[in-house]
């Protein structure tokens, strides 16, 4: 097997190599500051798919003594002499002198047979030093690929000058590029060359989207197990007997919350690091939805799930299965209030309770006799699925489609009145989910593998639309 395709990514000072290595190699670790020279040496990062590397791209520091190194060349260089056998004597040459230090870094990988990526900033303008720079890389490396990484009122002037020098010139945004930006770079660099770099380049195309493909499967999977477990989620505790049900509704309420708020936040981290977001920060913010808001929180449940008139229009297929919120048993045998409630309240019931984002206790007194066992959940709201697979669905693609190089903390903007996927099927679709949710609440408080499949299956259709 070859080895495997190797970028030095290169540029003046501060231009943005470090944010361009991070997104294209999928490493949020990676160190990105506003202060000049925070690369001092050469750091190599291998893109890995099925423990197979891919490609390895390295961070270079920025020149430094670009027009000292091209007039040094120049002056070295002779009638006869190769420019590539001259670098190399220059880096053997220079390779303890501290003036030289940055440029010796940049150009070992080079001269090794790294193909170039080099970085501008569209935002300042060009100067003279860097057309030394673009003159030393056009000598040093038989590939090479200019890279905008900020749009600005220079870019066509950076433009102008990066073509007479570089095979390929291309905008590319290191904090804004998703996967379909990233895939497109290395297309198009598969179209400008030949040989054994156009079948690398290939190959490494298809094993990324077979890999794009597999995480979202896997999403998929997530995210429908997250939202079996929880429909069919309950707890029974005993409490004892010249107990009033009433003392123990907080603290009961409360820990089934806490248990369906563990479940979505295990699946969302799962998530996260399935598209190596190990560093992601969360925050909240007052007047938008974030993803730390409470999953019980009224205002969370606006822009997601079901509007009122789709659950009226699903409330008789809803209404048998949206019952069982909280229930005092006796012996064993559960009054099942809430079951009878939701049948019997059919669309009318799903309307009712499309407001009632919490499980509750409220009602129950005077419904016990003998031993008792006070039972809450599964979540009685038939938009309650609904909420929380849009909520999920929205992360995903805030994740899936979020750089490395984005540092700052994840908010989810607010769109409109209704932004969650659900909302935009239509009824045969809406009809066709719902079954699936009362599919899984048949086995409760089993989660059956069967019914979670089918559910992935339309989880992963809704991902497919949202790409």
């Not at 949020?28 to 423990?51: F, H, L, N, W």
């Not at 993803?291 to 008789?316: M, N």
């Not at 409760?444 to 259709?461: F, I, N």
Request: aromatic share 6%; proline share 6%; charged share 30%.
């Amino acid at each position: 097997m070859s080895p495997p395709i190797h970028f030095a990514v290169v540029a003046a000072v501060n231009r943005g190599k470090s944010s361009i290595v991070s997104t294209l190699a999928e490493n949020d670790s990676i160190r990105i500051s506003p202060s000049p020279g925070t690369t001092r040496e050469a750091r190599s990062y291998p893109v890995v798919v099925d423990d197979e590397t891919l490609f390895v791209l390295t961070d270079t520091p920025g020149f430094e003594r670009a027009r000292e190194l091209l007039a040094w060349i120049e002056r070295e260089r002779g009638p006869e002499g190769s420019p590539g056998s001259v670098l190399e004597r220059f880096v053997r040459e220079h390779r303890d002198d501290s003036g030289f230090r940055a440029e010796c870094e940049l150009l070992a990988p080079i001269l090794g047979g790294a193909a170039v990526l080099y970085v501008v900033d569209g935002a300042v303008p060009f100067r003279d030093h860097m057309r030394a720079e673009m003159e030393i890389l056009r000598w040093a490396a038989p590939l090479r690929v200019a890279l905008i990484n900020r749009r600005g009122e220079h870019l066509e002037g950076w433009k102008g000058e990066l073509r007479a020098h570089f095979q390929m010139v291309r905008e590319f945004d290191a904090q804004r590029v998703g996967f379909g930006e990233r895939i497109g770079l290395l297309r198009g660099l598969r179209e400008v060359n030949e040989g054994h770099w156009r079948e690398g380049l290939q190959r490494i195309v298809e094993a990324l989207e077979l890999d794009w493909k597999r995480r979202r499967r896997r999403s998929a999977r997530i995210i429908a197990d997250l939202v079996a477990k929880s429909i069919v989620h309950g707890l029974r505790v005993p409490i004892p007997s010249g107990d009033d049900p009433e003392d123990h509704q907080a603290r009961l309420t409360k820990r089934f919350h806490d248990d369906l708020r563990k479940l979505e936040e295990k699946a969302r981290v799962e998530i996260e690091a399935l598209y190596k977001h190990a560093r992601l920060e969360h925050a909240e913010a007052a007047d938008r939805p974030v993803w730390e808001e409470d999953l019980f929180d009224p205002a969370r449940w606006e822009p997601l799930g079901l509007a009122p008139r789709q659950l009226l229009a699903l409330g008789a297929t809803l209404g048998a299965v949206t019952g069982g919120a909280v229930d005092v048993a006796v012996g064993g045998a559960s009054f099942m209030l809430g079951a009878v409630l939701g049948a019997a309240m059919g669309a009318g019931g799903a309307l009712w309770r499309s407001g009632q984002p919490i499980a509750s206790v409220e009602g129950l007194r005077g419904l016990v006799r003998g031993d008792r066992l006070l039972r809450i959940g599964p979540h009685p709201n038939p938009n309650f699925p609904f909420v929380l697979l849009d909520a999920n669905l929205l992360h995903w693609t805030a994740i899936r489609e979020r750089a490395h190089a984005e540092r700052s903390t994840l908010v989810l903007e607010r769109a409109g009145e209704k932004e969650g996927p659900s909302s935009a099927l239509g009824a045969g679709e809406r009809k066709a989910l719902s079954k699936c949710f009362a599919g899984v609440r048949k086995r409760a408080p089993r989660v059956d593998p069967s019914a979670r499949d089918l559910l992935a299956e339309k989880v992963e259709g809704l991902m497919g639309r949202l790409e």
